[in-house]
């Protein structure tokens, strides 16, 4: 399944002299990573959908160093954050969408001090923008009328950058029904994978951090977790998967559910 | 003879006190400097909000309201204490009694319902501690002198309000030997205890109370350096210094910059000697308290040990060995030991030890997700992932000791630019999969 449209890079764009309103900075999840690319095409099929003028890296694009600089690789992390800016920078970039709360994160706050200064927001962000906008309408969708959906916050979007309402407001505009886990918002409970977790074994202990986020999914009954990071995503498709809770239970990111929900 | 020895007990009480102080901003001063003096005004409205108004405790309603009956007490009896202060100078009796009137009944009977509430505080902290064994308050960093240190500050307590009350008690009953009555709403309910006791016997107790709690007002201060309860003073100071930025920044390390932009400018001989000769370069990130920032110290000082970070930390509800509370009670002891070491001898020394290694283990700082449970959770914003950051820096740019995957993690970044081993050529299949 290819995308029934063309996403231009920024290369592209140049040689057409042309420049993209907004740069779509994919992420090596959304990039490599086969779930992760679903919510990848997910929100280019928005941006398509809402007419935005946007563009890729593509090729050029480099891991921004979020994990190296969480793992103490300080080194690493510059070495990204600078070859990254020089990119940035030669493409004139003003404004930066992400799906990955990481590269947002990065990106937003890491990047000023090294010379790299744009507008970033994560995707959730955006599609709240576009629909305030009317450019994105969902009015009368019955995908998720009624489902019961749980928002488990990223803690790089949420605790991190205090990102809290976007993605709530994209779910009560599926007319679903929002319930929320007992730890959510400042308390919500981490999936793991943050601070370079993801690339390693846990340390020793008597559960996994992902299994415990989950038990406060299932207590919600929800049949969707929604989530706006794809490394909370597997996280809790995993934890889903322990309780071989599967067949009940989908994990998708809220931009899946928005384009679902506008059947692009 | 009594103002001499007021006046003695006096001016003991506050050169310890200050010297204990001194001795601490001279160890908080052992840390590396961070810039806080900026937005000033924010500052102040954080300091209002977080540790005048509490804000952050309220997320737990239970504790948050017993925690305020002390606090009120706490803040309030200090009108009190000038009284006891005029009075132990000027050997007078209830000196601004005559003055106030009928306002300084209204104010002790304020004081005294305050301290009875604070004392139904106390009670229910040494239940919640030592009957109800509430998790959080029983976990293995809190054995042995932490749990006494909470306990005894509870007990302090006690025998202040216990003071006050037989103070006033005894000075109802005298009162009303004499047929007259302050009308204090509490003390002229326990006045009636003393009945029968002649006016020589009820001035002993209503001394009793008065020294009583004087020795304990100065006993408490000259505590207070030493214990886990410096917070009532320091929340103050480390609310104003709190970290404004969004919890997601990590600092940046200059030093770095400098080597990478030389590293990436093509115009400098890789191989010709740099300048700045004579600099000592600095350490990257930390080993020892002295590396981390004056405002870690402060953190770790300011830290009551209440352990709200290590009940809403994702790795230890999970049975790892991290408690973020641990990481800040050992960077205070190790910043205590080390401080006591030069203080006697001199700016250099050291004892071969180390908070990383030798108080905090590569276990626990490795067990983090930087999820900023813990510093979202501080009611006196403590950041104690900043200091479990740099622990790591100096692991890994230092000692190269790191968890093999992820030094595949950062091959693979340096290699083909994600942390996983995808060919860069790649990055754009997806638009066309």
């Known amino acids: 399944m290819s995308t029934a449209f063309k996403v231009s890079t920024m290369a592209e764009m140049m040689a057409n002299g042309e420049s993209p309103d907004i740069l779509f900075w994919v992420g090596c999840s959304g990039s490599f990573d086969d779930r992760a690319k679903k919510i990848t095409k997910a929100v280019a099929k928005i941006l398509h959908h809402c007419n935005v003028k946007f563009a890729v890296l593509g090729v050029e694009e480099s891991c921004t160093g979020d994990p ?75 995908t998720y009328k009624g489902k019961k959906i749980t928002f488990h916050d990223p803690c790089y979007l949420g605790r991190a950058n205090d990102v809290y309402e976007a993605p709530r407001t994209l779910i009560e505009k599926l007319d679903a029904e929002l319930i929320e886990m007992k730890r959510c918002k400042t308390t919500g409970l981490c999936c793991g994978a943050g601070g370079a977790q993801m690339f390693k074994e846990a340390e020793k202990g008597n559960k996994e951090i992902n299994v415990e986020r989950t038990e406060d999914a299932l207590e919600t009954n929800a049949s969707i977790i929604a989530t706006g990071c794809p490394f909370c995503n597997t996280m809790m498709t995993d934890g889903v998967k322990n309780f071989n809770k599967e067949q009940d239970i989908q994990v998708l990111d809220v931009a899946e559910l928005i384009a679902n929900a506008a059947d692009l | 003879m009594s103002i001499i020895i007021f006046s003695i007990l006096f001016c003991i009480g506050f050169y310890l006190f200050s010297k204990n102080i001194l001795q601490v901003r001279a160890n908080i001063l052992l840390g590396k400097d961070i810039n806080r003096t900026n937005k000033t005004s924010e500052r102040w409205k954080t300091m209002v909000l977080v540790a005048l108004g509490q804000k952050k405790m309220f997320t737990r309603p239970i504790p948050a309201l017993l925690h305020l009956c002390l606090y009120a007490a706490f803040v309030i009896t200090q009108i009190e204490l000038i009284e006891i202060f005029t009075d132990g100078f000027t050997n007078s009796h209830r000196f601004f009694h005559s003055f106030l009137g009928g306002f300084y009944t209204f104010i002790i009977s304020f004081i005294e319902i305050l301290s009875i509430l604070a004392l139904v505080g106390t009670v229910a902290f040494l239940s919640r501690r030592n009957l109800l064994k509430l998790p959080r308050l ?11 240190d909470a306990n005894i500050i509870l007990i302090m307590e006690i025998f202040l309000v216990t003071f006050i009350f037989t103070m006033n008690g005894a000075d109802e009953a005298i009162m009303s030997a004499k047929g007259e009555s302050y009308h204090f709403i509490i003390s002229s309910l326990i006045a009636p205890i003393f009945e029968g006791m002649d006016i020589h016997t009820l001035h002993i107790f209503e001394q009793i109370g008065w020294w009583g709690h004087l020795v304990m007002v100065f006993t408490f201060l000259n505590y207070l350096p030493y214990s886990k309860h410096f917070h009532i003073v320091l929340a103050f100071p480390n609310t104003y210094y709190s970290n404004l930025e969004k919890k997601g920044k990590f600092t940046n390390l200059s030093s770095v910059t400098e080597e990478v932009k030389k590293l990436m400018d093509p115009t400098i001989d890789p191989f010709a000697a740099t300048g700045n000769d004579g600099d000592v370069p600095s350490r990257f990130g930390a080993k020892d308290v002295t590396d981390l920032t004056w405002k870690n110290l402060l953190d770790a000082y300011t830290c009551t040990e209440c352990g709200r970070c290590t009940s809403s930390c994702p790795a230890n509800q999970t049975g790892k060995l991290l408690s973020p509370r641990k990481i800040m009670m050992d960077t205070r002891d190790r910043l205590v030991e080390l401080g006591e070491g030069i203080r006697k001898n001199g700016k250099d020394y050291t004892d071969g030890k180390s908070l990383l290694r030798d108080y905090i283990t590569e276990e626990e700082i490795w067990a983090c997700t930087s999820c900023n449970a813990c510093v979202q959770e501080c009611p006196v914003n403590i950041d104690p992932l900043s200091i479990i950051v740099d622990l790591r820096r100096y692991l890994v740019m230092e000692e190269s ?5 992820l030094t595949g993690m950062l091959t693979n970044i340096e290699n083909n630019g994600a942390p996983w081993q995808f060919s860069p050529a790649d990055r754009g299949n997806w638009i066309n999969e």
């Open chain 2, 401 to 405: 000791k790191i968890p093999t995957e």
């Open chain 2, 138 to 148: 029983n976990m293995k960093e809190l054995a042995g002198w932490p749990k006494k």
């Open chain 1, 68 to 142: 190296a600089k969480r793992a103490g690789n300080e080194f690493t992390f510059q070495m990204q954050a600078m070859m990254n800016i020089q990119v940035l920078d030669a493409y004139e970039v003003k404004k930066i969408v992400t799906a990955c709360p990481h590269c947002f994160n990065t990106l937003k706050n890491e990047y000023p001090e090294l010379g790299g200064n744009y507008e970033v927001i994560h995707h959730t962000q955006l599609i709240q923008d576009l629909i305030n906008q009317g450019k994105l309408r969902l009015e009368g969708s019955q």
